[in-house]
Every structure is written in structure tokens, then in C-alpha cells.
């Protein structure tokens, strides 16, 4: 079959444009390939294999959770020699993992940032499918979603008309200018045509928490949230405060029932989910300012956000990783279904 295309005499090709987006893809893997690395672990379902990257000349490393988040035995192969891997924090909430490996001077990616980026723009990742070589995979941006299959994410994430293979997830996502804007966390079908990434400021984020306090710290003023029914105020905001919490920051900070949130930490709020988006860039123990409107007033309420109550201590993963592998290891049969010890929530 031959395709052709009828144009005016200033429009370029179909042809042109895709040949110019392979030119700089091909050049722009060239630059990069060296600081993508492969990475393998074991877990009690056996070998895992997925991809990750060094975001500095240390030896830092990000993949993904399902890789590296609950595993041992985690390997990063790098210039041809295999590196044990210390895993740094494991993220179970943003699927981030960040590893360290005891060499310097590591090639490293740049870190971009998404919000430059709108659907259809043209991405591309570097990846290792399984045991094959590095491989780049390109695509479109095909949207940013806040949920997937009726549950919500737990930060909007970038979704990519993209190839993503098994051992792929972890690899970076790139923009045109060879800068990271987010990491390959899932695929969402079995083909893998199409799938999820993390925002690189969202994992940005969780690193920088273990940078300042050694672990992740996700904040919470606990303030529940709901749509009005009513559709948008004149503030243009649907989310309205419905039940508050004893002692939680907001109810403390003096928030009503009824209160229509107009703003929370500097991001504006239309709807109820935009609080998932700016929860999530909220760190235990920051002071972070919440404006609404109640009756005719405007207000804004200053609350201190605390460690996330809900969610399960981060120091606590590695201990129980570890008594867990030694005490299977010692010929007790495996739990099952692969079910792992359970994580007690702590404020």
C-alpha cells in the first residue's frame, strides 16, 4: 500500500516531520543510553527485571517499587559490570525506589519538568526489555489522569501512547530536549502500548523528604472533601468540606463544615480531587496555608501539617523485608499467595 498526501507548498510532510523526530530521538539516545542502567532483584515469586536511571554522579539511582521496592538481592548493571545495589527508600504510595551503588562519576539524566508537556507532544524512553539490550521506545503524550479504572492515583500521572515491555518498568521518560519528566511505572494493558509514568517532580519530591529527613514524608491536615452537587461557586470551586476530624490540623486551624476550598498551599482547588494532587507535595510538618470561602468571606487558614497517620511508617519496610526473607529462607514454605508481613500504620 502506498500512502500519499495532498498538502499546500508550505506544509511540511508527514514524511519530513517523522524523519526529523527519529533524527533527534536517535541522537538524543546516543547522549543518554550510557546513564540508564538494567536492574534485577528477587522476590518470593522469583527473578524480577526492570530498569532504572542515575539522576547524579553518585551512583543514585531511580527505578520503580515493583522492582525494587520489595525485593532483595537487587543488582544494577552499569558499563558492563554488575553492582549490589543498597536500596536508599522505597515509596510504596508514589512507586518510587531509589538505589545506590558504590562507584562516582556515573553519566546521569537531567531532570525536566512536566509541565511544559500537553497531549499529543512527542516523548521517547530508554529501556531494557527483559534480557535484551537497551532500547529506545517512542510515543505521544496521551494525557494526565488523577484516576484509573475508578480509583484515584496518587498524584496525576502522565499516560503514554508508548511501547513499554515487561523489564521496562523504572525507565525514564524524555522529553525532546533529553530531560527526564516522569518514570515508567505500569503498563495498562497486557500489549503494552499504553501506560503510566510518575511525574519526575512528583518522585523529585519523595527523594527530596529522604534528602532532608532520611524517609518519605507525605503530610496530611486531614480535611475531607467532597463535591458540592451544586456545581462551581462564584470563586469557581466545587470542593466543599464535609465531616472534620478531631484534633487533625485543619479542624485545629479552625476549618467549617460547609467551607469551599479556593486554595491549598499556593495550588488552586476547583474540585475535590485537585486536594489528591496537592496533598501529595505536602511533607509532615510544613506549614501550608488552606483559603476558602464561607458565607460571603474569604479566608485563609495557617495549619501545620503533620506525618501521614494513615499511611504505614517508611523505616519500618526494610526491617520487615529482611526478617521476612531470613525467616522463609530458613525453610518455612512461603506465605501465600505471596502475601508479606503486615505494615502497621503510625503517625
Same mark, same amino acid.
Given at each position: 500500500?502506498?500512502?500519499?498526501?495532498?498538502?499546500?507548498? %508550505?506544509?511540511?510532510?508527514?514524511?519530513?516531520?517523522?524523519?526529523?523526530? =527519529?533524527?533527534?530521538?536517535?541522537?538524543?539516545?546516543?547522549?543518554?543510553?550510557?546513564?540508564?542502567?538494567?536492574?534485577?532483584?528477587?522476590?518470593?515469586?522469583?527473578?524480577?527485571?526492570?530498569?532504572?536511571?542515575?539522576?547524579?554522579?553518585? @551512583?543514585?539511582?531511580?527505578?520503580?517499587?515493583?522492582?525494587? =521496592?520489595?525485593?532483595?538481592?537487587?543488582?544494577?548493571?552499569?558499563?558492563?559490570?554488575?553492582?549490589?545495589?543498597?536500596?536508599?527508600?522505597?515509596?510504596?504510595?508514589?512507586?518510587?525506589?531509589?538505589?545506590?551503588?558504590?562507584?562516582?562519576?556515573?553519566?546521569?539524566?537531567?531532570? @525536566?519538568?512536566?509541565?511544559? *508537556?500537553?497531549?499529543?507532544?512527542?516523548?521517547?524512553?530508554?529501556?531494557?526489555?527483559?534480557?535484551?539490550?537497551?532500547?529506545?521506545?517512542?510515543?505521544?503524550?496521551?494525557?494526565?489522569?488523577?484516576?484509573?479504572?475508578?480509583?484515584? *492515583?496518587?498524584?496525576?500521572?502522565?499516560?503514554?501512547?508508548?511501547?513499554?515491555?515487561?523489564?521496562?518498568?523504572?525507565?525514564?521518560?524524555?522529553?525532546?530536549?533529553?530531560?527526564?519528566?516522569?518514570?515508567?511505572?505500569?503498563?495498562? %494493558?497486557?500489549?503494552?502500548?499504553?501506560?503510566?509514568?510518575?511525574?519526575?517532580?512528583?518522585?523529585?519530591?519523595?527523594?527530596? %523528604?529522604?534528602?532532608?529527613?532520611?524517609?518519605?514524608?507525605?503530610?496530611?491536615?486531614?480535611?475531607?472533601?467532597?463535591?458540592?452537587?451544586? =456545581?462551581?461557586?462564584?470563586? @469557581?470551586?466545587?470542593?466543599?468540606?464535609?465531616?472534620?476530624?478531631?484534633?487533625?490540623?485543619?479542624?485545629?486551624?479552625?476549618?467549617?463544615?460547609?467551607?469551599?476550598?479556593?486554595?491549598?498551599?499556593?495550588?488552586?482547588?476547583?474540585?475535590?480531587?485537585?486536594?489528591?494532587?496537592?496533598?501529595?507535595?505536602?511533607?509532615?510538618?510544613?506549614?501550608?496555608?488552606?483559603?476558602?470561602?464561607?458565607?460571603?468571606?474569604?479566608?485563609?487558614?495557617?495549619?501545620?501539617?503533620?506525618?501521614?497517620?494513615?499511611?504505614?511508617?517508611?523505616?519500618?519496610?526494610?526491617?520487615?523485608?529482611?526478617?521476612?526473607?531470613?525467616?522463609?529462607? %530458613?525453610?518455612?514454605?512461603?506465605?501465600?499467595?505471596?502475601?508479606?508481613?503486615?505494615?502497621?500504620?503510625?503517625?
Amino acid at each position: 500500500m502506498v500512502w500519499t498526501q495532498t498538502a499546500g507548498p %508550505d506544509a511540511p510532510s508527514a514524511a519530513t516531520s517523522l524523519g526529523t523526530i =527519529g533524527d533527534e530521538v536517535r541522537a538524543l539516545f546516543e547522549k543518554s543510553r550510557r546513564a540508564v542502567v538494567r536492574v534485577t532483584a528477587d522476590d518470593f515469586h522469583g527473578s524480577l527485571a526492570g530498569t532504572g536511571f542515575f539522576v547524579n554522579p553518585n @551512583g543514585t539511582v531511580f527505578t520503580t517499587y515493583s522492582v525494587a =521496592g520489595e525485593s532483595w538481592n537487587v543488582i544494577v548493571e552499569f558499563a558492563d559490570k554488575k553492582y549490589p545495589a543498597v536500596r536508599l527508600l522505597a515509596d510504596e504510595r508514589s512507586g518510587l525506589a531509589v538505589l545506590k551503588i558504590s562507584t562516582s562519576g556515573t553519566p546521569f539524566l537531567p531532570l @525536566g519538568t512536566p509541565a511544559d *508537556l500537553t497531549v499529543a507532544v512527542p516523548i521517547f524512553s530508554i529501556g531494557y526489555p527483559l534480557d535484551l539490550p537497551v532500547t529506545p521506545n517512542v510515543g505521544f503524550i496521551a494525557g494526565f489522569d488523577q484516576k484509573y479504572l475508578g480509583r484515584y *492515583l496518587s498524584t496525576t500521572h502522565l499516560r503514554a501512547n508508548l511501547p513499554a515491555h515487561r523489564g521496562e518498568q523504572g525507565a525514564p521518560l524524555l522529553n525532546m530536549k533529553g530531560e527526564v519528566v516522569g518514570i515508567l511505572v505500569a503498563r495498562m %494493558d497486557s500489549a503494552g502500548n499504553t501506560c503510566f509514568a510518575l511525574p519526575i517532580h512528583a518522585a523529585r519530591k519523595v527523594f527530596q %523528604d529522604y534528602e532532608h529527613w532520611g524517609v518519605p514524608r507525605p503530610g496530611w491536615v486531614g480535611v475531607n472533601i467532597v463535591a458540592s452537587g451544586g =456545581g462551581f461557586d462564584t470563586e @469557581g470551586s466545587e470542593a466543599v468540606v464535609r465531616g472534620l476530624i478531631e484534633d487533625a490540623p485543619a479542624t485545629v486551624a479552625g476549618v467549617e463544615e460547609g467551607d469551599v476550598i479556593l486554595e491549598f498551599g499556593g495550588m488552586a482547588i476547583r474540585k475535590p480531587a485537585d486536594m489528591i494532587d496537592a496533598s501529595f507535595f505536602l511533607t509532615g510538618g510544613n506549614k501550608v496555608a488552606l483559603k476558602v470561602r464561607r458565607g460571603a468571606e474569604i479566608l485563609t487558614l495557617e495549619m501545620q501539617a503533620i506525618d501521614n497517620p494513615t499511611l504505614p511508617a517508611s523505616n519500618q519496610l526494610n526491617e520487615l523485608i529482611e526478617a521476612e526473607r531470613f525467616k522463609y529462607a %530458613d525453610g518455612e514454605p512461603a506465605p501465600p499467595d505471596g502475601k508479606r508481613l503486615k505494615l502497621e500504620a503510625k503517625p
